[in-house]
């Protein structure tokens, strides 16, 4: 069983950063694409921010496009989202999600972690 672990979240001012971070575990092979998605309050949709896949190409959202930097670790499996630069409408639940095959940047994921909570506000 393929279990994901986000950390990093918080509540930051407009202008700040943070760092969200996830972890794969139970993966007997490596995750081909490993993504973040966002789910801002009041919506159903969770959105996709940014994408990487394993031979390094990445995907980002519009909106975030020049703040935000999705990379892989070292350690096999783990993703992480630098997000600078950081404005109200970034607040949302943060959810880190993998695929075990290749596949679009927007095709089903087959892991999703929990979510963690990223709040900006003054």
């Known amino acids: 069983q393929v279990r994901l672990v986000e950390s990093g979240g918080g509540l930051v001012q407009p202008g700040g950063s943070l760092r969200l971070s996830c972890a794969a575990s139970?993966?007997?092979?490596?995750?081909?694409?490993m993504a973040w998605f966002r789910q801002p309050p009041g919506k159903q949709r969770r959105e996709l921010v940014a994408?990487?896949?394993?031979?390094?190409?990445?995907n980002y959202a519009d909106s975030v496009k020049g703040r935000f930097t999705i990379s892989r670790g070292n350690a096999e499996n783990t993703v992480y989202l630098q997000m600078n630069n950081l404005k109200p409408d970034d607040t949302a639940v943060y959810y880190c999600?993998?695929?075990?095959?290749?596949?679009?940047?927007?095709?089903?994921?087959?892991?999703w972690g929990q979510g963690t909570q990223v709040s900006v506000s003054s």
């Open positions: 999600a993998a695929r075990q095959l290749r596949g679009g940047f927007t095709a089903p994921y087959d892991y």
């Open positions: 139970g993966s007997r092979f490596a995750l081909n694409t």
């Open positions: 994408g990487i896949i394993s031979g390094g190409s990445t």
